[in-house]
């Protein structure tokens, strides 16, 4: 089952200079910074209600550097809470869906998540997670 919406990514050239910007936007603090080596990035969060904000600054070979020079800085991806990440990417891929990962990977956050192609999403980026307990 899909719940809510966990946290929308934003891609940045630089998290501080982009942390301070969003802290005077939201007049509060991010209430966390967390390197993810596996996609060679530094997170931020801000709690907003029950979503998130995740800001994303990227090393030189990750898909966030990649997509800002394409595309600039802006919304990377959208990602949703599910109660069962394996049986949700099952269930996508059976309905054709390209999934970009064989398994469940550790995200930031005490995530499991995983990827669905914007090619295969109306050209939106769709992160999956579930909280690991
Ligand atoms: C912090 C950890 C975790 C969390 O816990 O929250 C994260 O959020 S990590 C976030 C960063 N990691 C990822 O994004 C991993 C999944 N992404 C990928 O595997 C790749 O980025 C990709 C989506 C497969 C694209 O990679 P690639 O094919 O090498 O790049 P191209 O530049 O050639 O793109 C192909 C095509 O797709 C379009 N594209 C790329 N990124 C996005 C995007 N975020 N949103 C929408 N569209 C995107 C790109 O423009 C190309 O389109 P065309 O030019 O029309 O071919
Ligand atoms: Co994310």
């Known amino acids: 089952m899909w719940k809510n919406v966990e946290h929308i990514g934003i891609a940045v050239k630089n ?7 969003f ?10 910074a967390e390197e993810v080596e596996s996609e060679q990035v530094t ?8 979503t998130k904000i995740e800001l994303l600054e990227g090393g030189s070979d990750s898909a966030i550097a990649k997509f800002i020079e394409k595309k600039g800085e802006g919304i990377h991806h959208i990602a949703f809470e599910v109660d069962d990440i394996y049986a949700e990417m099952d ?3 059976a309905e054709g869906f390209q999934i970009l990962n064989e398994e469940p990977k ?3 956050d005490n995530k499991l998540v995983c990827f669905v192609h914007p090619k295969s999403a109306n050209g939106v980026l769709v992160e999956l997670c579930q909280e690991i307990k």
């Open 43 to 50: 997170t931020s969060f801000f709690q907003l209600g029950e």
């Open 15 to 21: 998290l501080n200079d982009s942390n301070k910007l």
């Open 23 to 32: 802290e005077t936007l939201f007049n509060k603090s991010a209430y966390k």
């Open 91 to 93: 269930r996508l891929r």
């Open 106 to 108: 550790k995200g930031a």
